[in-house]
């Protein structure tokens, strides 16, 4: 049960403990921080900068940001035109081709694909290559952070009781009780006390022909800030852990017992 103080702000525990899950679901983990770069960012100086600096790392891709416009004339074709704004940002990605580490303009990416190991070694290498980020661009706000997990729990070609994995379990109407194909639900929740919100994102995944899975139950939990913070005064680790806390309650109030035992 949400605990909250007298004064309605929510009572977020850091000492408490959460089910280890040997065979976590989790098939991408992410730390999106947002702010904008001081200086020049020019790709040549950003790659020779950063290439020392990402031991384990090598240079994957460059990305740059394009505006696209469509435009409409009553006697001719629609034209699409394409206006190159600049560099983005670089990739960088881990040796064993698991980790992407993105420095863009606008900010910074530590994505982990699966198999994700723990909470200590993910948010850790996100803090080292978050401090390599800032002596690159001298930020001095951070305009927003963002914790995204993205889980699938597999589904039994026969499953018939979404209620079964997942709770609450989405419902047809009244008097039509068909087998769900699919179903989509998007819930947004304030974190009363705390500048903090959660996009919860329940949906089906359609079997995989290319990889012979069957459906998943997708679980995209993103807990993001709600306001900016100086650098000077953010202690971004402690935010990221009561980031993860609200996580990890989204989560384990949505799966069902039966759903955990699969991941023991």
């Not at 035109?81 to 993105?102: H, N, V, Y």
Request: aromatic share 10%.
């Amino acid at each position: 049960m949400t605990q909250m103080n007298p004064k309605g702000r929510l009572v977020i525990n850091l000492a408490e403990e959460f089910r280890h899950l040997p065979r976590a679901p989790i098939v991408e983990a992410v730390i999106d921080i947002r702010s904008h770069a001081a200086g020049t960012f020019e790709e040549a100086a950003v790659r020779q900068f950063l290439e020392p600096r990402l031991d384990g790392y090598e240079y994957l891709d460059t990305q740059r940001a394009v505006q696209h416009e469509l435009t409409f004339e009553v006697t001719k074709p629609p034209r699409q035109m394409f206006k190159d704004l600049g560099l983005k940002g670089l990739r960088f990605r881990s040796a064993d081709q698991k980790s992407i580490a993105q420095f863009n303009r606008d900010g910074f990416i530590h994505s982990r694909l699966e198999p994700y190991s723990d909470w200590t070694s993910f948010s850790g290498e996100g803090l080292r290559l978050w401090e390599i980020f800032k002596e690159l661009v001298q930020p001095v706000e951070i305009n927003r952070i963002g914790l995204r997990f993205i889980s699938r729990i597999e589904l039994p070609l026969s499953v018939a009781r979404l209620e079964d994995y997942i709770k609450p379990a989405p419902e047809t109407p009244r008097d039509l009780e068909l087998p769900f194909v699919g179903f989509m639900h998007h819930d947004t929740l304030a974190v009363p006390g705390y500048p903090y919100a959660i996009n919860l994102i329940r949906t089906i995944q359609p079997p995989q022909a290319e990889t012979r899975a069957n459906s998943g139950l997708i679980l995209d939990i993103d807990v993001f800030t709600t306001q900016g913070f100086e650098i000077e005064e953010t202690g971004l680790a402690r935010i990221l852990e009561e980031m993860r806390w609200l996580k990890n309650k989204a989560f384990f109030g949505s799966v069902t017992e039966k759903a955990l035992e699969a991941f023991q």
